[in-house]
């Protein structure tokens, strides 16, 4: 089974979804199941992982529903505030969601570069292990160091980066984020998307080998075996088409085995998430 093991949907709307910026208006509408489906089969990808855009429980609730509505929705990454007094409750209100298979913070988006590592935050990463709930890592470089110490911090804890923790393709200067991206990855509680490539490059000018640096750097620190496919659609189409950013990493990968790309492509996020 094949499966992208990250994407959105959205009900678009300017206040909510401020973060789509004038310069974005290619994703200014509203992206539904209908919209996705069709890309899915051509590329044939059997089902995706829907993870949250907007840090809502309404988000959380909007997603379950639509995976309620439609079985290729295989698994819902959504929104919960961890940092909240109630929180033993809420999650146990959640965990009755077959579908719902972590939560995810929009960490990048905080004023802190210590957010990780905040005392309310890091109690309620340690309440998700016993409800069987991942963790996806939204990151930039800047990040990882606190990232490492939180994942350290949670052997028991799953943790997937998002991204590959948004390496900057058009500068083109990897040497710090290389460091911190192999040091977390020697910890064995983490895993890492090969996903939203493109939305870090030049959107007009990239070209497939502006990634191999990148790709090689997390596919030996990680392994095949702690690797998994996303589109990231659809925040990516401000640079490419979902057979594009599809094509970058079926190409660098088209080298491994069969028994290696089945991993990457559906059988990590199957195991990861519990699809």
């Known amino acids: 089974m094949r499966i992208d093991s990250h994407q959105h949907f959205w009900k678009y709307h300017p206040v909510k979804d401020a973060w789509i910026s004038d310069d974005m208006k290619a994703i200014q509408r509203d992206f539904l199941p209908a919209d ?34 439609n079985d290729f929705i295989k698994g819902v990454v959504g929104w919960i505030d961890l940092r909240a007094e109630n929180l033993e409750i809420r999650l146990e209100h959640f965990s009755k969601y077959k579908k719902l298979k972590g939560f995810r913070h929009i960490v990048q988006g905080e004023s802190e570069v210590d957010f990780l590592l905040r005392e309310d935050f890091c109690m309620g990463i340690s309440k998700l292990a016993k409800y069987n709930f991942t963790y996806d890592l939204l990151i930039s470089p800047k990040h990882l160091p606190y990232a490492t110490a939180l994942v ?92 594009e950013s599809l094509g970058i990493v079926e190409h660098y990968f088209s080298k491994f085995s069969n028994e290696a790309q089945d991993k990457l492509w559906g059988g990590n996020a199957i195991e990861f998430y519990h699809l």
């Open 36 to 69: 996705l489906l069709p890309l899915l089969k051509e590329m044939d990808i059997d089902g995706c992982v829907s993870v949250q855009a907007d840090q809502s429980e309404e988000e959380t609730r909007f997603l379950l529903q639509l995976a309620t509505e």
């Open 152 to 243: 350290k911090r949670f052997p028991q804890q799953s943790f997937v980066i998002d991204h590959l923790a948004k390496p900057d393709f058009k500068q083109i200067d990897f040497a710090v984020w290389e460091k911190e991206i192999r040091a977390i990855a020697a910890c064995p509680n983490v895993m890492c998307k090969v996903s939203g490539l493109v939305t870090e490059a030049d959107w007009n000018n990239w070209k497939k080998s502006d990634f191999d640096y990148c790709l090689n750097v997390v596919t030996e620190a990680f392994g095949i075996h702690r690797l998994m496919f996303g589109s990231d659609w659809p925040v990516s189409l401000l640079a490419s088409s979902y057979e």
